[in-house]
């Protein structure tokens, strides 16, 4: 090799290598995308980040990877000649070829260095903006349209949607550069280190036949053959992968669950119970943990071993020749790197095929939940069309999941500062007009018109208070800095938590703090703090006494005296607070008249 002119031979190996491989590469991701049903829901998922329209960023980055990995198969090359020329230096026993390669390696290594930490930087850098794109869709899509609630409504059903985001969105990225990338690599790598090997291969006679350049033929005999049978022994890791996740999710959320249901499953001394079902699942994991070892060991044991054959081989089949004298030492270095590289290479498809199996099953999974956001989005909710103040529902009727009507042709009108009680027996269906009114309940037909946005506000009777400030919690759904710091005090005070008034900046997880008779208080103090122009509460004040409920909703009815109340409850007392009253029974029928 002639090192005063590889700098140039370099360069233009590396720039006709790139012009080949850019127009191969855009073709067979094209191909893929078409053709194979995982290459559809990669593009479904992620295509709209490659689309130059929206940033050309992206499709610089890949360019640049692919030109960084030819840059590593370059290098890969030329330390090849270069051992090939220390190894017959120091066969030769000669001291100035020795000085001379150190020197050279010196450089070969400088360059190796920077081309290595540059192209992880850029892989990295890639990886991170990608990442953050896709999460942000998902996140968007997931919050957008209510998918988050709708989404158990709709097909197909997802399980753990949270790990979809948190983890699969991190896995498919990765993995995605991963095989790509190496993909290009082996292929390239393939091809260059074949024509060394097929340069230094020589013919050789089997059963009386002579081969020529038999090495080559042999090593793609080999790892080919090798490929088959690795792709038949590691076909049942798809679905074991796919089940790993699944499992390892699920106990995780049981994990979850035990930790905010703590103090019920505490009072209820449940631990008993409770660490059935996590030993249970648990159990499911480990079962599959089993499955995952013995399969694994028998992919990786066979892949190991057709490594191991593949380091002594082509010393076998070069070692006459040395000893003949026909070729030095160099050359069966050379010739067993060449052979490494190449078996590399082919193996890549042998070796990735665990990560590929890993990959299909996190589009598998992320496809899904993409599928059941759309499903959602389609789902046949109730017409709610906006209207400033006061309420009107006509001929609305609710259905259970099951076809079941609760509540049958319904029609009112509230005019707003009027005040609706909703009663009627467990199970006849209150909780699910409110939602419907809500536009969350898929199983109705009809119209409603109501204030939309801001100017309407739901209570339950477990109120959702979010981790951070007490004043973040009271001001929800609004940001906390709408909330002016003396008017929040003053809303504390009427509501009787004037005592956390100290407490409004400190950030914790208040729902496991405060009293659910506090919180509900404290949703109240939301009403005021938002001024929504129809508020409806289900079930707002079960859990504090009469005398405290009697405060509060004078308190709506005086402070908001234009604000529609929808109120659903039991109890007796709540009559003087309304106008009117609905009346559900369990037949679907309903009564409208005095509270
Ligand atoms: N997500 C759901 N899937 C299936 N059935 C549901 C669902 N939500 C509610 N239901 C059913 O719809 C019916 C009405 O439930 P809902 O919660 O509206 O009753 P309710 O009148 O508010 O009861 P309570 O007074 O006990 O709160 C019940 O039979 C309930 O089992």
């Keep these: 090799m002639n090192w005063n002119q590889e700098l140039l031979n370099s360069a233009i190996w590396v720039a006709k290598a790139y012009a080949i491989t850019l127009v191969v590469f855009v073709a067979v991701m094209a191909l893929l995308a078409r053709a194979t049903v995982w290459g559809r829901q990669f593009w479904s998922l992620t295509g709209a980040y490659f689309s130059p329209r929206r940033s050309w960023r992206p499709l610089g980055g890949v360019a640049l990877m692919l030109l960084f990995v030819l840059f590593t198969v370059r290098m890969n090359v030329v330390f090849s000649y270069w051992y090939n020329e220390f190894y017959s230096a120091l066969q030769a026993l000669d001291q100035k070829g020795f000085w001379f390669g150190m020197q050279l390696f010196g450089i070969l290594a400088t360059i190796h260095v920077v081309r290595a930490v540059l192209s992880s930087y850029i892989r990295g850098a890639f990886t991170i903006h990608w990442r953050q794109w896709l999460n942000d869709r998902t996140v968007g899509e997931w919050l957008q349209g209510q998918s988050y609630y709708l989404g158990r409504f709709a097909e197909p059903a997802v399980d753990n949607p949270d790990q979809r985001i948190q983890q699969d969105v991190t896995t498919l990225v990765t993995t995605t550069l991963a095989l790509s990338m190496g993909l290009v690599g082996a292929v390239v790598s393939m091809y260059e280190f074949t024509g060394i090997l097929w340069n230094l291969s020589a013919p050789m006679t089997v059963a009386g036949t002579e081969i020529p350049r038999a090495m080559v033929f042999l090593v793609y005999l080999y790892v080919i053959g090798a490929s088959v049978f690795a792709f038949w022994i590691g076909r049942p890791l798809i679905g074991l992968n796919f089940m790993n996740e699944k499992l390892t999710a699920n106990y995780r959320y049981l994990l979850v669950r035990l930790r905010e249901y703590g103090e ?102 992320l496809s899904g939940f993409e599928q059941n956001v759309r499903a959602s989005s389609r789902l046949a909710l109730p017409a709610l069309a906006e209207q400033a103040q006061g309420l009107t529902i006509e001929h609305l009727t609710v259905r259970r999941p099951d076809g079941q009507v609760l509540t049958a042709d319904l029609s009112l009108a509230l005019p707003a500062g009027s005040a609706l009680l909703i009663r009627g027996p467990s199970g006849s269906g209150k909780t699910t007009l409110l939602r419907t009114l809500a536009g969350l309940w898929p199983f109705s037909d009809g119209q409603a018109a109501r204030p939309q946005g801001s100017a309407c506000l739901f209570l339950s009777q477990r109120p959702y208070l979010p981790i951070g400030t007490l004043s973040a919690a009271l001001a929800y759904p609004a940001e906390a800095a709408s909330l002016d710091p003396a008017r929040a005090a003053q809303i504390l005070e009427q509501v009787q938590l004037g005592h956390l008034a100290r407490q409004l900046d400190l950030a914790q997880d208040w729902s496991q703090v405060l009293s659910p008779g506090e919180q509900q208080r404290l949703a109240f103090g939301r009403v005021l703090a938002n001024r929504p122009a129809i508020v409806f509460l289900d079930e707002a004040t079960s859990a504090t006494d009469t005398g405290l409920e009697h405060g509060l909703y004078r308190l709506l009815r005086s402070g908001l005296p234009q604000t529609v109340l929808v109120s659903v409850g039991h109890r007796e007392t709540l009559a003087a607070f309304h106008d009117q009253a609905l009346t559900l029974a369990r037949d679907g029928s309903w009564q409208l008249g005095a509270p």
């Design 264 to 365: 019920s499953i505490a009072l209820y001394r449940g631990e008993a119970v409770e660490r059935r079902g996590l030993l249970a699942s648990f159990a499911a994991v480990i079962g599959n943990a089993w499955d995952t070892l013995w399969r694994t060991l028998k992919f990786d044991g066979y892949n190991l071993t057709i490594s191991q054959i593949a380091v002594v081989f082509p010393f076998i089949i070069q070692a006459p020749r040395l000893f003949a004298g026909t070729i030095k030492l160099g050359d069966v270095m050379q010739t067993s790197q060449a052979f490494g590289q190449v078996e590399e290479a082919l193996s890549f498809f042998r070796t990735s095929y665990d990560s590929f199996a890993g990959y299909r099953a996190v589009l598998e999974r």
